[in-house]
């Protein structure tokens, strides 16, 4: 089972573009779906975006369809979401999950369907 560590949060300024990394410690990514989940304080974790293990399928929340990308490079071992057209309503701290399967091309949209999870990184969106 892999363990999966965020990075690249920060503060950015409304507008702006931020990159997140999700790198796999302890095997190979590629025998896993990723999902981007975040959390902002007071409020339930919500489903970001999602990748399958080969990364010809993807999909996304709705509050971020046209401004987010996932992606994912299989011989780095990291799962990254381009964040562009950042709003204040996108502070929070995003987690990335991983779980074996579901097929080259499955993904899952459930953050109970995942069962490794990071520590998760801050982004904060603010003039």
């Known amino acids: 089972q892999v363990q999966p560590v965020e990075s690249g949060g920060d503060l950015v300024q409304p507008g702006g573009s931020l990159r997140l990394s999700c790198a796999a410690s302890g095997g190979a990514f590629s025998n896993y779906a990723v999902g981007w989940f975040r959390q902002a304080p007071g409020k339930e974790r919500e489903f970001v975006a999602a990748i399958s293990r080969n990364g010809g399928a993807s999909t996304y929340g709705d509050s971020v369809k046209g401004r987010f990308t996932i992606s994912r490079d299989n011989v780095k071992n990291i799962v990254y979401l381009q964040m562009n057209s950042l709003k204040p309503g996108d502070t929070a701290v995003y987690y990335c999950?991983?779980?074996?399967?579901?097929?080259?091309?499955?993904?899952?949209?459930?953050?109970?369907?995942?069962?490794?999870w990071g520590q998760g990184t801050q982004v904060t969106v603010s003039s």
């Open positions: 999950g991983s779980r074996l399967g579901p097929g080259p091309t499955g993904y899952y949209v459930r953050s109970s369907s995942y069962n490794s």
